[in-house]
C-alpha cells in the first residue's frame, strides 16, 4: 500500500505546475554578436543566467562583423541577431527575410561606442578633428555599415561631400585597426573597444566620438519571420533582455562620468561580465560603455531617417519603410 501511496504521490507532483515547470525543456535559441559592449545586456542575461531562467538554453556566436550576422539569421544558422543596422541589414529586411523585434546600442553624448580615429602621420599633418576628415582614406568594414552612415552623418553636419572622402572597406574590424596603425589609410571608425589598445599603445589618434557628434539608433535585436512566429521563443528572449537592459541601465550607465563607468562595489560585476565576454581587462570596457535604453525602446524615427539615407545613397532598394521591417507586437517604440 505504501508502495502505490508514493506512485501516486510521484504523479500528482508531476501535475502539479511546479512539477509541469521541471519537465518542461527550455527552448533552445543561437543569438549571433560582436564581442563589443554594444551587446553588454545579451552576456549580462547569458552569465546571470537569465535566460535560463526564462527558459532558454542559449548558445552564443560570435561574428567580426555586423553584416554576416544579418546573413546568419536570414539563412537560420542562428535565431537571433544583435548588433548595427547596416545597408546590408535593411535590404534583407526589406525583402522580408528579416524582422526587427527590439532596440539595442545607440550613439549617445557621454558614452563613447564609435569613435573616428586619424593615423599619426595623418594627425601629424592636418588631421585633428572629425570635420577635416573631408578628402582623405578613411577605412570602414564594409560599405553601407554602420561606420558608413555615421560617417555620412558626419558629413551632412560639416556640409562637406561625402564623396569626396576616400572610403576603403575592409571587412573586419581588425584589418581596419590594422590598417589604422600600419598607415595604410588616413583615419578610421572603430568602436572603442577595439581601438582602445590601439591608441594606448600609440598607435593611432582619437578625433572625437560619434556619439557626441551625430547620435542615432544603433543597433537592434532582430531574427527571421520564421522565428518571430515561434512567439514563446521570442517573448521568452525579450523579458529576459529587458531584465538585463534595466540591470545595465540602473547600475552601469547612470554612473558614467565623463564618458567613463567608475569600478565599485555595485559596477564592477556587471563590468566583469562585459570584460569576460569582449576579451578585455575591466579597465578598459570602462571608457566604452555604449548606451542602451533601459527599457529596450527603439527610435523607430530615426530607424527611418536610416532607411531613407541609405536609400537615396543607392545602398538600400527602395520601396519599403521603417514599418515594414518592424515587428510591431514586439517593438517598443521611442
Not at 505546475?17 to 554594444?38: M, Q
Not at 535566460?51 to 542562428?78: H, K, M, N
Amino acid at each position: 500500500m505504501r508502495g502505490l501511496a508514493l506512485i501516486a504521490l510521484a504523479v500528482l507532483l508531476a501535475m502539479s505546475p511546479r512539477g509541469t515547470a521541471r519537465a518542461e525543456e527550455p527552448l533552445k535559441a543561437k543569438v549571433g554578436v560582436l564581442r563589443l559592449s554594444s551587446s553588454a545586456p545579451v552576456f549580462i542575461a547569458q552569465d546571470k543566467g537569465y535566460f535560463r531562467e526564462a527558459g532558454l538554453d542559449v548558445e552564443l556566436r560570435f561574428f567580426d562583423a555586423a553584416q554576416p550576422i544579418a546573413v546568419a539569421t536570414t539563412s537560420g544558422d542562428i535565431d537571433f541577431g544583435v548588433t548595427a543596422f547596416t545597408a546590408g541589414l535593411y535590404n534583407l529586411a526589406g525583402k522580408g527575410t528579416l524582422k526587427v523585434i527590439g532596440g539595442m546600442s545607440r550613439e549617445k553624448a557621454g558614452y563613447p561606442l564609435i569613435g573616428y580615429f586619424a593615423s599619426n602621420n595623418a594627425y601629424a599633418i592636418d588631421l585633428k578633428t572629425p570635420r577635416d576628415l573631408a578628402g582623405k582614406r578613411v577605412a570602414v568594414t564594409q560599405f553601407g555599415s554602420s561606420f558608413h552612415y555615421s560617417l555620412g552623418l558626419l558629413a551632412d553636419k560639416y556640409g562637406f561631400k561625402l564623396a569626396d572622402v576616400k572610403i576603403i572597406p575592409l571587412q573586419s574590424l581588425s584589418n581596419v585597426a590594422a590598417a589604422l596603425k600600419g598607415e595604410t589609410v588616413d583615419a578610421a571608425l572603430l568602436p572603442a573597444s577595439t581601438a582602445r589598445k590601439l591608441i594606448d599603445d600609440g598607435g593611432a589618434k582619437l578625433l572625437g566620438w560619434v556619439g557626441d557628434e551625430t547620435p542615432w539608433q544603433l543597433g537592434a535585436v532582430f531574427a527571421s519571420p520564421r522565428t518571430v512566429a515561434d512567439k514563446p521563443l521570442v517573448t521568452k528572449l525579450l523579458a529576459a533582455l529587458a531584465r538585463a537592459d534595466r540591470e545595465y541601465h540602473d547600475v552601469i550607465l547612470v554612473a558614467v562620468k565623463h564618458g567613463k563607468a567608475p569600478i565599485n562595489e555595485a559596477t564592477r560585476p556587471l563590468l566583469e561580465i562585459i570584460a569576460k565576454y569582449t576579451n578585455l581587462p575591466v579597465e578598459q570596457v570602462v571608457g566604452n560603455c555604449a548606451y542602451i535604453d533601459p527599457d529596450g525602446r527603439l527610435d523607430v524615427k530615426n530607424v527611418g531617417n536610416q532607411i531613407e539615407w541609405l536609400q537615396q545613397q543607392g545602398f538600400v532598394d527602395k520601396g519599403f519603410n521603417a514599418g515594414d521591417i518592424i515587428a510591431g507586437e514586439f517593438v517598443k517604440p521611442d
